[in-house]
T-cell receptor
């Protein structure tokens, strides 16, 4: 299983760009990288997924270097409502595991 | 297109009772996953099922816990003889299963054991 390591917590201010990096040194060839967001008392919500290079959607960007041993979730211009826990997962569909995640706090 | 449905949303049981948690996957999804989350902790994988098959139950406690996903109807996570330590949020996720890695989560069931 590919283990992931993320910072436990991060603070930011409204309007800033936030980058959360996840390390996954033993990622396998077939593994995808997926990020989820979770608000208190809710189920995780899918944010973005990628395999290599860069992926962008209306919510975030995901940067994956050539060696794929890490990935960075980029949230542009965060707002207070982006305060949540962000999880990085690595694996194929039946083999993903959630770590402790990164607790992002956005301040006014 | 309805998302993953879970019920009940909240469940209170006394020690020794049984808890049954239900999960209806998204339309077209044939793979279901159950996770448990303790307060202030990440989600812990419990079991992965396809219709009528348990694919991976490596995260399930050896006793009192069971899961099924019948041909018809929702997936059921069953906890027998509940204890206070079973109090947690239980989340279900589903995926299409055709090498699609994205899991879509339900709102969870919050189990409280008195």
């Amino acid at each position: 299983l590919a283990k992931t390591t993320q910072p436990i917590s991060m603070d930011s201010y409204e309007g800033q760009e936030v980058n959360i990096t996840c390390s996954h040194n033993n990622i396998a060839t077939n593994d995808y990288i997926t990020w989820y967001q979770q608000f208190p008392s809710q189920g995780p919500r899918f944010i973005i997924q990628g395999y290599k290079t860069k992926v962008t959607n209306e919510v975030a960007s995901l940067f994956i270097p050539a060696d794929r041993k890490s990935s960075t979730l980029s949230l542009p211009r965060v707002s207070l409502s982006d305060t949540a826990v962000y999880y990085c997962l690595v694996g194929v569909f039946n083999d993903m595991r959630f770590g402790a995640g990164t607790r992002l706090t956005v301040k006014p | 297109n309805a998302g993953v449905m879970q019920n009940p949303r909240h469940l209170v049981r006394r020690r020794g009772q049984e808890a049954r948690l239900r999960c209806s996957p998204m339309k077209g999804h044939s793979h279901v996953y159950w996770y448990r989350q303790l307060p202030e902790e990440g989600l812990k994988f419990m079991v992965y099922l396809q219709k009528e098959n348990i694919i991976d139950e490596s995260g399930m406690p050896k006793e009192r816990f069971s899961a099924e996903f019948p041909k018809e109807g929702p997936s059921i996570l069953r906890i027998q003889q509940v204890v206070r330590g079973d109090s947690a949020a239980y989340f279900c996720a589903s995926s299409p299963g055709n090498n699609q890695e994205t899991q879509y989560f339900g709102p969870g069931t919050r189990l409280l054991v008195l």
